[in-house]
């Protein structure tokens, strides 16, 4: 009934009884509030009252959200651990060795897409790196040609409506 919960927790912390959903006996993900003051994830109420004309109310009380974000949680692809939940999001965009990313000259077109650990690796042998001064002088002429192509259009289009 409930879908796979994102968090892995640290098993050796206590978590409050108030921040654990009554429906998955997890702590709330994205939480809400009911009409009659039941609390839980979203998705939890969604499916579980979907049968029941009930509103929800995201839940943003302050204290409620940091305890949330206080939780400590490893990261599940690198299982680097004790990791605060309201910081997993940044781990994951910044520093994870196994998270997903793109090569620094993806921005010039370079294909390659791999693991954060392999990206230095892949840097030294990129070969479109070392294109980035020509396709970057190449990329601001196309610009300025599209810009006065866009100026002459424009030019063109009133010469045209007078005659």
Not at 29 to 45: L, Q
Not at 108 to 116: A, D, H, T
Request: glycine letters at 2%.
């Amino acid at each position: 009934m409930t879908s796979k919960h994102p968090y892995v927790y640290m098993a050796d912390q206590q978590i409050n009884p108030l921040l654990i959903c009554s429906i998955c006996q997890n702590p709330f993900v994205d939480p809400v509030t009911s009409e009659d003051h039941r609390r839980g994830c979203r998705d939890c109420f969604t499916k579980y009252l979907s049968s029941q004309s009930v509103t929800v109310t995201p839940i943003q009380e302050w204290i409620v959200l940091e305890m949330l974000n206080s939780l400590l949680v490893e990261c599940t692809k690198c299982n680097e651990n004790k990791i605060r939940r309201g910081d997993l999001k940044r781990h994951e965009e910044k520093s994870c060795r196994r998270a997903l990313v793109l090569c620094k000259a993806a921005d010039i077109k370079c294909p390659w897409q791999g693991v954060r650990e392999e990206l230095d690796t892949h840097v030294k042998q990129c070969v479109f790196e070392p294109l980035r001064p020509v396709l970057a002088e190449i990329i601001m002429e196309n610009k300025q040609l599209k810009e006065k192509i866009d100026r002459l259009e424009i030019l063109i289009k009133k010469f045209t409506e007078r005659n």
